[in-house]
């Protein structure tokens, strides 16, 4: 973000004829790009469209301006990559769903077709998947999206699982729900999720998943009341 806000000033700069000032954060702007190695770039600033899709073209940068065609009328928050496509939440004045970008072409991943999928913490690993909290038929779960198929894990089948702090480990998420009784610590590797009852006395409310060399911390209550 820090590098396309600044593009108001770089052509504030260039308009004005202020040459070093428009080199120095060209230059800047060049080598955040750089590192972030993106493929497609979807910015709403005209400044950032005209800077990156005209100014740096050399640079073989896809420019998206998500105020003009399909983008029009979404409003999209938890961006999200996987691979060469963006995943993202939206609104299209109708029902909030998942919503994917592959190049100039913008689909719809209907979760919910009886109403809103309200798709929340979405979270990618390997092999181009996502997982991601949402509503289907009233409930709400946690879904898993191969990109062609959506399945939920129906933690709890009598309603809603409220999961929360999903969170990648390997090539799954870790995560806390609620299989009808406690709010327990859970395992998801696939289509299949695992509950691992750390408080047989009630909930551990595990939370603040930290994952580190391969292992995941997290806070959370015992059974004699302790963290």
């Not at 806000?5 to 790009?33: F, P, S, V």
């Not at 009328?73 to 004045?93: H, I, P, R």
């Not at 289907?136 to 089948?157: C, E, H, K, Q």
């Not at 994952?211 to 806070?219: D, E, L, P, Q």
Request: charged content about 25%; glycine content about 10%; proline content about 4%.
């Amino acid at each position: 973000d820090s590098y396309l806000n600044a593009d108001k000033i770089l052509d504030a700069a260039k308009r004005t004829g202020n040459e070093y000032m428009y080199q120095e954060l060209a230059t800047a702007n060049i080598e955040d790009l750089k590192a972030a190695s993106p493929k497609t770039i979807v910015a709403s600033c005209p400044h950032c469209v005209k800077t990156i899709g005209d100014d740096y073209r050399k640079f073989g940068y896809t420019v998206i301006d998500s105020r003009d065609g399909v983008f029009k009328g979404l409003s999209g928050e938890q961006l999200t990559a996987v691979g060469d496509a963006l995943y993202f939440s939206a609104f299209d004045g109708t029902d909030t769903e998942l919503w994917k970008v592959d190049g100039t072409t913008l689909t719809e991943v209907d979760i919910n077709p009886s109403g809103s999928g309200e798709p929340n913490e979405i979270t990618a690993v390997r092999g181009g998947v996502l997982y991601f909290k949402a509503v289907r038929d009233g409930d709400i779960d946690v879904f898993r999206y191969d990109g062609t198929s959506i399945d939920a894990l129906d933690l709890n089948p009598d309603g809603n699982a409220f999961p929360y702090a999903l969170t990648r480990f390997r090539s799954g998420i870790v995560f806390c729900a609620n299989a009808g009784s406690d709010n327990e610590l859970w395992v998801a590797d696939g289509t299949e999720a695992t509950k691992i009852d750390l408080n047989p006395y009630g909930d551990s409310s595990p939370d603040e998943f930290t994952v580190v060399a391969g292992k995941v911390y997290f806070r959370a209550t015992e059974g004699d009341g302790s963290d």
